[in-house]
Nanobody, 127 residues
């Protein structure tokens, strides 16, 4: 059971980037998946999540309107498309999976709900 993030890198402010979360050992579609980020000296922050049942997506206020989470079941991969990136988006981005029963949407961006984590991918927004 493993999650592997990829696609991070250096991008200029206003640019776009798509990070990926590939799963092995299980089917992503069976679980809620979340994207989190952690900047140096800051707490981990929930950015986006997608549910396993109907694929509903939820976003933090800090990225709403700029970020889209999606799932490709054929590739067993979840993506985070980020547009109009800002320097404050600089962080290590992690994907995570929850094997717990469904919860209210208010909890989907809380890291305590997730029990399998990837190793992270660095996103740096700088000119």
């Amino acid at each position: 059971v493993q999650l592997v993030e990829s696609g991070g890198g250096l991008v200029q402010p206003g640019g776009s980037l798509r990070v990926s979360c590939a799963a092995s050992g299980f089917t992503l579609d069976d679980y809620a998946i979340g994207w989190f980020r952690q900047a140096p000296g800051k707490e981990r922050e929930g950015v986006a999540s997608i549910t396993n049942k109907d694929g509903s997506s939820y976003y933090s206020d800090s990225v709403k309107g700029r970020v889209t989470i999606s799932r490709d079941n054929a590739k067993n991969t979840v993506y985070l498309q980020m547009n109009n990136l800002k320097p404050e988006d600089t962080a290590v981005y992690y994907c995570a999976l929850s094997s717990l029963p469904p919860v209210s949407k208010d909890l989907l961006l809380h890291d305590a709900y997730y029990d399998v984590w990837g190793q992270g991918t660095q996103v740096t927004v700088s000119s």
